[in-house]
């Protein structure tokens, strides 16, 4: 059975610093992998995808940078964290074909200080 | 533009009552529209899917293009039934961006 794993669950950074949340997927090659941020009031937003190992498409311009060295690992990052980068961000897959389900992992609470 | 409307925030009802929870889409080409749910302390899970036209815990949504609408639907809510819901949209010939909506905030009083 295919499994999404997130890390970490909580993660308090001063301003300034880098970041780095990693999500893998198991049980399933070549997925599309998706990175979202969920802020009440806003909904899910979108960051970034991919559907192939280094191919990457941004949606929003921002602070924050996404990496797929792998197939089934995804990666966020900053260089310098904002305190407006505080939130909720969620890791999910898909197989890519029509109709396809989207599997979420558990997320991460970001908390910049 | 890909994009997901959904133009409540907070949805209360009484129990037993219909619910409808509204979504509204914009999208140039042929939309595959999902729905949804997080239950409190859990995942984001699929709720229905439009291609499939199923009932799910008594959830049905029907696709109107003509309205560019996926409302959700249930004729009798339930207490279980308080959760998020998120109406999504992604492209179905080879678009692999999957969009979500703002989000619904059910509540399902006794």
């Known amino acids: 059975s295919q499994t999404i794993h997130q890390w970490p669950a909580t993660l308090v950074q001063p301003v300034g610093s880098p970041l780095s949340l990693e999500c893998t997927v198991e049980?399933?090659?070549?997925?599309?992998l998706y990175w979202y941020r969920q802020a009440a009031g806003r909904g899910l937003q979108l960051l970034f995808y991919s559907v192939g190992i280094g191919q990457i498409s941004s949606e929003v311009p921002q602070n924050l940078s996404a990496s797929r060295p792998q197939d089934r690992q995804f990666i966020l990052s900053s260089k310098k964290l904002l305190l407006s980068d505080s939130g909720f961000y969620l890791c999910?897959?898909?197989?890519?074909?029509?109709?396809?389900?989207?599997?979420f992992g558990q997320g991460t609470r970001l908390t910049v200080v | 533009a890909q994009r997901v409307t959904q133009p409540e925030k907070l949805l209360s009802v009484f129990k037993g009552a219909p619910v409808e929870l509204k979504c509204n889409y914009s999208y140039s080409g042929s939309p595959e529209l999902f729905w949804y749910v997080q239950y409190s302390r859990q995942r984001l899970q699929l709720l229905l899917r439009h291609i499939s036209r199923e009932s799910i815990k008594g959830f049905t949504a029907d696709l109107n293009k003509g309205e560019t609408s996926f409302h959700l639907k249930k004729p009798f809510a339930q207490e279980e039934d308080s959760a998020m819901y998120y109406c999504a949209l992604s492209g179905r010939w080879g678009a692999q961006k999957l969009v979500f909506g703002q989000g619904t905030r059910l509540t399902i009083n006794p």
């Open positions: 049980g399933t090659s070549n997925p599309n």
């Open positions: 999910a897959w898909t197989t890519g074909l029509q109709n396809t389900e989207a599997f």
